[in-house]
């Protein structure tokens, strides 16, 4: 049905950009954050690449390798301080 699709497309970018906002709101807490999510958008590109050749990536994995890109940025942020800049 044509009204699914679009309506469920819609809500999918909807939470997208509440997602977006509290990432960018999160990037000053972690840093190295942005490594993560750009290490999240390069897997999720090569995912679509693969789709082209026929080649499947199980929903699974697509959603362990993001929670694991994601987590450790944010524990390698936890665990490594920021050097202490002299004034």
């Not at 999240?40 to 929903?59: C, E, N, T």
């Amino acid at each position: 049905d044509t009204f699914i699709v679009f309506t469920s497309n819609i809500f999918a970018v909807l939470g997208l950009r509440a997602l977006f906002f509290l990432l960018a709101g999160a990037l000053g807490l972690f840093r190295f954050l942005k490594y993560g999510i750009s290490a999240v958008l390069v897997f999720v590109g090569a995912k679509m690449l693969a789709g082209v050749v026929d080649l499947h990536v199980p929903i699974e994995a697509s959603l362990g390798a993001i929670v694991l890109l994601l987590g450790g940025s944010v524990a390698l942020s936890v665990l490594i301080p920021a050097p202490v800049r002299k004034a």
